[in-house]
Nanobody, 121 residues
Framework: QVKLVESGGGLVQAGGSLRLSCATD????????MGWYRQAPGEQRELVAI???????NYADAVKGRFTISRDNAKNTVYLQMNSLEAEDTAVYYC???????????????WGQGTQVTVSS
């Protein structure tokens, strides 16, 4: 099994910035898509940003121009730089990765444990 370990959440004032990181806890054979999702209280989990293995990115309309997703393939790590944070960005943020940890298993989606981001207005 593989774990995705997240870090970087916290409390920030509106207008501030945070950077989330998510890394695998072991060496991985191959990683395809990596992304960030979020879930606010009483809401469904929603896609925030996604980055494909070739570097193509896609963002939710609510975060375009404010958030930037990136990845370091050598470190099996995905990042989410969040600028101009708003109270509406308050949620638990989860990273996800479609990966295969060895050559003999298929791609599977793995999730991080979630990290709380709270933006005070």
């Amino acid at each position: 099994q593989v774990k995705l370990v997240e870090s970087g959440g916290g409390l920030v004032q509106a207008g501030g910035s945070l950077r989330l990181s998510c890394a695998t806890d072991r060496r991985i054979f191959s990683i395809n898509t990596m992304g960030w999702y979020r879930q606010a209280p009483g809401e469904q989990r929603e896609l925030v940003a996604i980055i494909f293995s070739g570097g193509v990115t896609n963002y939710a309309d609510a975060v375009k121009g404010r958030f930037t997703i990136s990845r370091d393939n050598a470190k099996n790590t995905v990042y989410l730089q969040m600028n101009s944070l708003e109270a509406e960005d308050t949620a638990v943020y989860y990273c996800a990765a479609d990966l295969r940890y060895s050559a003999i298993v298929p791609f599977q989606r793995y999730w991080g444990q979630g990290t709380q981001v709270t933006v005070s207005s």
